[in-house]
Protein backbone atom coordinates (compact mmCIF):
# COMPACT_ATOMS: atom_id res chain seq x y z
CA UNK A 1 0.00 0.00 0.00
CA UNK A 2 1.24 3.05 -1.18
CA UNK A 3 0.85 6.34 1.19
CA UNK A 4 1.24 9.60 -0.74
CA UNK A 5 0.83 12.64 0.88
CA UNK A 6 1.67 15.21 -2.20
CA UNK A 7 -0.49 16.12 -5.66
CA UNK A 8 3.01 15.86 -7.27
CA UNK A 9 3.58 12.04 -6.42
CA UNK A 10 0.05 11.48 -6.70
CA UNK A 11 -0.32 12.29 -10.03
CA UNK A 12 2.71 10.87 -11.16
CA UNK A 13 1.86 7.07 -9.13
CA UNK A 14 -1.32 7.37 -10.74
CA UNK A 15 -0.65 7.88 -14.25
CA UNK A 16 1.71 5.07 -14.44
CA UNK A 17 -1.22 2.87 -13.32
CA UNK A 18 -2.90 4.30 -16.40
CA UNK A 19 -0.72 4.24 -19.32
CA UNK A 20 -0.76 0.09 -18.25
CA UNK A 21 -4.12 0.24 -18.72
CA UNK A 22 -5.35 -0.22 -15.13
CA UNK A 23 -9.46 1.03 -14.18
CA UNK A 24 -8.80 2.92 -11.31
CA UNK A 25 -11.33 2.94 -8.13
CA UNK A 26 -11.46 5.99 -6.13
CA UNK A 27 -13.33 6.03 -2.48
CA UNK A 28 -13.13 10.11 -0.99
CA UNK A 29 -13.23 9.60 2.87
CA UNK A 30 -12.45 12.24 5.71
CA UNK A 31 -11.39 9.59 7.40
CA UNK A 32 -12.22 7.64 11.25
CA UNK A 33 -13.13 4.74 9.21
CA UNK A 34 -15.74 2.45 10.21
CA UNK A 35 -17.41 -0.53 8.14
CA UNK A 36 -19.37 1.70 6.14
CA UNK A 37 -16.21 3.02 4.30
CA UNK A 38 -14.68 -0.41 4.13
CA UNK A 39 -17.77 -1.50 1.96
CA UNK A 40 -16.92 1.53 -0.06
CA UNK A 41 -13.47 -0.28 -0.76
CA UNK A 42 -14.93 -3.30 -1.34
CA UNK A 43 -17.49 -1.92 -4.21
CA UNK A 44 -14.54 -0.18 -5.49
CA UNK A 45 -12.10 -3.35 -5.64
CA UNK A 46 -14.63 -5.14 -7.44
CA UNK A 47 -14.89 -2.79 -9.93
CA UNK A 48 -11.28 -1.54 -10.68
CA UNK A 49 -7.76 -3.05 -10.87
CA UNK A 50 -6.37 0.08 -8.41
CA UNK A 51 -8.27 1.21 -5.37
CA UNK A 52 -7.36 4.64 -4.31
CA UNK A 53 -8.68 6.09 -0.88
CA UNK A 54 -8.33 9.80 0.09
CA UNK A 55 -8.21 11.16 3.44
CA UNK A 56 -8.89 14.36 3.88
CA UNK A 57 -10.82 16.77 6.19
CA UNK A 58 -12.01 19.50 4.05
CA UNK A 59 -12.69 22.93 5.28
CA UNK A 60 -14.26 24.37 3.18
CA UNK A 61 -17.62 21.65 3.74
CA UNK A 62 -17.35 22.65 7.69
CA UNK A 63 -19.26 26.30 8.94
CA UNK A 64 -17.47 28.22 11.57
CA UNK A 65 -19.32 26.83 13.98
CA UNK A 66 -19.36 23.21 13.29
CA UNK A 67 -16.45 20.41 14.21
CA UNK A 68 -14.07 20.85 12.07
CA UNK A 69 -11.27 21.02 14.42
CA UNK A 70 -12.72 18.07 16.79
CA UNK A 71 -13.78 16.00 13.94
CA UNK A 72 -12.52 12.19 14.62
CA UNK A 73 -8.80 11.91 13.06
CA UNK A 74 -7.26 8.50 13.64
CA UNK A 75 -4.58 8.35 11.12
CA UNK A 76 -2.54 5.16 12.55
CA UNK A 77 -5.70 3.12 12.62
CA UNK A 78 -7.25 4.39 9.60
CA UNK A 79 -3.88 2.72 7.36
CA UNK A 80 -4.18 -0.58 9.55
CA UNK A 81 -7.80 -0.93 7.89
CA UNK A 82 -6.76 -0.04 4.64
CA UNK A 83 -3.84 -2.59 4.85
CA UNK A 84 -6.23 -4.92 5.92
CA UNK A 85 -8.63 -4.00 2.78
CA UNK A 86 -5.36 -4.66 0.58
CA UNK A 87 -5.93 -0.60 -0.79
CA UNK A 88 -3.53 0.57 -3.77
CA UNK A 89 -2.98 3.84 -2.20
CA UNK A 90 -3.75 6.05 0.08
CA UNK A 91 -4.12 9.93 -0.34
CA UNK A 92 -3.15 12.08 2.73
CA UNK A 93 -2.68 15.77 1.32
CA UNK A 94 -2.34 18.28 4.04
CA UNK A 95 -4.52 21.25 4.02
CA UNK A 96 -2.17 23.67 1.50
CA UNK A 97 -1.87 20.54 -0.90
CA UNK A 98 -5.34 21.33 -1.68
CA UNK A 99 -6.24 24.42 -1.04
CA UNK A 100 -3.42 26.70 -1.91
CA UNK A 101 -3.26 29.85 0.05
CA UNK A 102 -4.51 32.96 -3.10
CA UNK A 103 -7.24 29.91 -4.26
CA UNK A 104 -10.53 31.86 -5.07
CA UNK A 105 -12.54 29.23 -7.22
CA UNK A 106 -15.84 27.88 -6.20
CA UNK A 107 -17.92 25.50 -7.71
CA UNK A 108 -21.90 25.90 -6.96
CA UNK A 109 -24.41 23.35 -7.45
CA UNK A 110 -27.53 25.20 -7.71
CA UNK A 111 -31.06 23.75 -6.44
CA UNK A 112 -29.88 20.29 -6.08
CA UNK A 113 -27.91 21.34 -3.18
CA UNK A 114 -30.41 23.74 -1.38
CA UNK A 115 -33.08 22.16 1.03
CA UNK A 116 -32.69 19.66 3.24
CA UNK A 117 -28.85 19.75 4.31
CA UNK A 118 -28.74 22.65 1.90
CA UNK A 119 -30.41 24.82 4.95
CA UNK A 120 -28.91 23.68 7.99
CA UNK A 121 -25.72 23.64 6.17
CA UNK A 122 -25.94 26.56 3.18
CA UNK A 123 -22.10 26.39 2.86
CA UNK A 124 -22.25 22.30 2.67
CA UNK A 125 -22.10 21.00 -1.09
CA UNK A 126 -19.92 24.10 -2.57
CA UNK A 127 -17.40 22.78 -0.31
CA UNK A 128 -17.96 19.13 -0.80
CA UNK A 129 -18.50 19.80 -4.80
CA UNK A 130 -15.07 21.78 -5.08
CA UNK A 131 -12.93 19.29 -3.76
CA UNK A 132 -14.33 16.21 -4.98
CA UNK A 133 -13.97 17.92 -8.10
CA UNK A 134 -10.70 18.94 -7.19
CA UNK A 135 -9.90 15.26 -6.00
CA UNK A 136 -11.43 13.92 -9.48
CA UNK A 137 -8.99 15.76 -10.81
CA UNK A 138 -5.79 14.68 -9.24
CA UNK A 139 -6.68 10.73 -8.97
CA UNK A 140 -8.54 10.82 -12.21
CA UNK A 141 -10.51 7.35 -11.45
CA UNK A 142 -12.62 5.85 -13.41
CA UNK A 143 -14.94 4.80 -10.88
CA UNK A 144 -15.68 6.52 -7.61
CA UNK A 145 -17.97 4.99 -4.84
CA UNK A 146 -19.90 7.22 -2.17
CA UNK A 147 -22.44 6.53 0.22
CA UNK A 148 -26.48 6.55 0.18
CA UNK A 149 -25.71 7.41 4.00
CA UNK A 150 -25.16 10.68 2.23
CA UNK A 151 -27.97 11.07 -0.41
CA UNK A 152 -28.56 14.26 -1.22
CA UNK A 153 -24.14 14.19 -1.58
CA UNK A 154 -24.11 10.93 -3.76
CA UNK A 155 -26.81 12.85 -5.79
CA UNK A 156 -25.02 16.51 -5.66
CA UNK A 157 -21.93 14.37 -7.08
CA UNK A 158 -23.83 12.76 -9.73
CA UNK A 159 -24.88 16.39 -11.38
CA UNK A 160 -21.61 17.71 -10.41
CA UNK A 161 -19.44 14.81 -13.20
CA UNK A 162 -22.19 15.14 -15.51
CA UNK A 163 -22.79 19.05 -15.89
CA UNK A 164 -18.53 19.59 -15.51
CA UNK A 165 -18.15 16.57 -18.14
CA UNK A 166 -16.42 14.66 -15.12
CA UNK A 167 -15.52 11.43 -17.10
CA UNK A 168 -16.03 9.21 -14.01
CA UNK A 169 -18.64 6.57 -13.12
CA UNK A 170 -20.20 7.45 -9.99
CA UNK A 171 -21.18 4.32 -8.40
CA UNK A 172 -23.91 4.51 -5.18
CA UNK A 173 -23.24 2.40 -1.97
CA UNK A 174 -25.90 1.07 0.40
CA UNK A 175 -25.78 2.38 3.47
CA UNK A 176 -24.16 0.07 6.41
CA UNK A 177 -25.67 0.36 9.76
CA UNK A 178 -25.01 -1.21 13.19
CA UNK A 179 -26.79 -4.21 14.38
CA UNK A 180 -29.72 -2.33 16.10
CA UNK A 181 -30.31 -0.59 12.53
CA UNK A 182 -28.06 3.12 13.23
CA UNK A 183 -26.50 4.06 10.37
CA UNK A 184 -22.81 3.94 10.86
CA UNK A 185 -21.17 7.60 11.00
CA UNK A 186 -17.63 8.75 12.12
CA UNK A 187 -19.73 11.68 14.76
CA UNK A 188 -21.68 8.21 16.24
CA UNK A 189 -18.05 8.26 18.46
CA UNK A 190 -19.74 11.47 19.89
CA UNK A 191 -23.08 10.08 21.47
CA UNK A 192 -22.70 9.04 24.74
CA UNK A 193 -23.98 5.57 26.07
CA UNK A 194 -27.67 6.44 26.61
CA UNK A 195 -28.02 9.01 23.90
CA UNK A 196 -26.69 5.74 22.09
CA UNK A 197 -29.52 3.62 22.40
CA UNK A 198 -31.96 6.10 21.65
CA UNK A 199 -30.34 7.04 18.04
CA UNK A 200 -31.38 3.33 17.02
CA UNK A 201 -35.09 4.87 16.90
CA UNK A 202 -34.09 7.13 13.86
CA UNK A 203 -34.04 4.11 12.00
CA UNK A 204 -36.86 2.11 13.04
CA UNK A 205 -38.91 5.48 12.54
CA UNK A 206 -37.60 5.34 9.05
CA UNK A 207 -39.02 1.56 8.49
CA UNK A 208 -42.73 2.58 10.02
CA UNK A 209 -43.04 5.88 7.55
CA UNK A 210 -42.08 3.30 4.98
CA UNK A 211 -44.93 0.81 5.84
CA UNK A 212 -47.26 4.10 6.05
CA UNK A 213 -46.52 5.45 3.05
CA UNK A 214 -46.90 2.44 1.25
CA UNK A 215 -50.40 1.32 3.35
CA UNK A 216 -51.06 4.78 1.40
CA UNK A 217 -51.80 7.08 4.68
CA UNK A 218 -51.30 10.62 3.86
CA UNK A 219 -47.86 12.01 3.26
CA UNK A 220 -47.74 15.12 5.47
CA UNK A 221 -50.05 13.41 8.24
CA UNK A 222 -46.98 10.32 8.40
CA UNK A 223 -44.17 12.80 8.39
CA UNK A 224 -45.44 14.58 11.23
CA UNK A 225 -46.26 11.68 12.76
CA UNK A 226 -42.83 10.53 12.75
CA UNK A 227 -40.96 13.64 13.58
CA UNK A 228 -43.37 13.83 16.69
CA UNK A 229 -41.92 10.02 17.75
CA UNK A 230 -38.61 10.82 17.38
CA UNK A 231 -38.97 14.21 20.06
CA UNK A 232 -40.75 11.72 21.78
CA UNK A 233 -38.13 9.06 22.15
CA UNK A 234 -35.56 12.09 23.02
CA UNK A 235 -34.18 13.32 20.08
CA UNK A 236 -34.28 17.47 21.02
CA UNK A 237 -34.67 18.63 17.94
CA UNK A 238 -35.91 17.07 14.14
CA UNK A 239 -34.32 19.49 11.75
CA UNK A 240 -36.18 17.84 8.71
CA UNK A 241 -37.65 14.56 7.48
CA UNK A 242 -39.44 14.54 4.09
CA UNK A 243 -40.70 12.59 1.11
CA UNK A 244 -38.38 13.60 -2.00
CA UNK A 245 -38.38 12.30 -5.26
CA UNK A 246 -35.38 9.93 -5.06
CA UNK A 247 -33.75 11.52 -8.17
CA UNK A 248 -34.65 15.49 -8.59
CA UNK A 249 -35.16 15.70 -4.70
CA UNK A 250 -38.09 17.21 -5.16
CA UNK A 251 -40.25 17.50 -2.17
CA UNK A 252 -43.22 14.87 -3.01
CA UNK A 253 -46.99 15.57 -1.65
CA UNK A 254 -48.05 12.34 -2.22
CA UNK A 255 -46.23 9.03 -2.85
CA UNK A 256 -44.93 8.34 -5.85
CA UNK A 257 -41.92 6.17 -7.28
CA UNK A 258 -38.67 6.67 -7.15
CA UNK A 259 -39.25 7.98 -3.75
CA UNK A 260 -36.67 8.62 -0.61
CA UNK A 261 -37.51 9.74 3.17
CA UNK A 262 -34.10 11.72 4.05
CA UNK A 263 -34.46 12.77 8.12
CA UNK A 264 -31.68 14.73 10.20
CA UNK A 265 -32.29 15.22 13.83
CA UNK A 266 -30.26 16.13 16.43
CA UNK A 267 -29.47 14.07 19.98
CA UNK A 268 -26.97 15.00 22.83
CA UNK A 269 -25.54 17.53 20.38
CA UNK A 270 -24.66 15.33 17.73
CA UNK A 271 -26.65 15.85 14.15
CA UNK A 272 -27.66 12.18 13.02
CA UNK A 273 -28.76 11.89 9.35
CA UNK A 274 -30.36 8.73 7.43
CA UNK A 275 -32.50 7.66 4.71
CA UNK A 276 -34.86 5.14 3.27
CA UNK A 277 -35.79 4.37 -0.03
CA UNK A 278 -39.33 3.77 -0.17
P1 LIG B 1 -17.12 10.64 5.24
O1 LIG B 1 -15.81 10.10 5.67
O2 LIG B 1 -18.14 10.70 6.32
O3 LIG B 1 -17.01 11.89 4.42
O4 LIG B 1 -17.72 9.55 4.23
C1 LIG B 1 -16.99 9.09 3.12
C2 LIG B 1 -17.88 8.25 2.27
O5 LIG B 1 -18.37 7.15 3.03
C3 LIG B 1 -19.12 9.00 1.75
O6 LIG B 1 -19.39 8.60 0.43
C4 LIG B 1 -20.20 8.53 2.70
O7 LIG B 1 -21.51 8.59 2.15
C5 LIG B 1 -19.78 7.09 2.92
N1 LIG B 1 -20.36 6.54 4.15
C6 LIG B 1 -20.30 7.06 5.38
N2 LIG B 1 -21.01 6.32 6.25
C7 LIG B 1 -21.55 5.31 5.53
C8 LIG B 1 -22.41 4.20 5.83
N3 LIG B 1 -22.86 4.01 7.07
N4 LIG B 1 -22.75 3.37 4.84
C9 LIG B 1 -22.32 3.58 3.57
N5 LIG B 1 -21.50 4.59 3.21
C10 LIG B 1 -21.14 5.44 4.17
Redesign the pocket.
Known amino acids: MQIIRTKANLIKTISTFSKSGKIIGF ?11 L ?2 IEIAKSKSDIVVVS ?1 FV ?1 PAQFAANEDFDKYPRNEQDDLVKLEASCVDVVYMPTINEIYANNSSTTISVGTIGKGLEGTFRPHFFDGVSLVVAKLFMQVAPDIA ?6 YQ ?2 MVIKKLVKELDIPVEIIG ?5 EADGL ?5 NVYLSADKRIIAANIYKILLTVKEKLLSGKEVKTVLLSAKNELLAVGFEKVDYIELRDAETLMPLLALKSPARILVAARIGGVRLLDNLEV
Open positions: VPTMGALHDGHSLINVFGAKDQLAPICRAMSSR
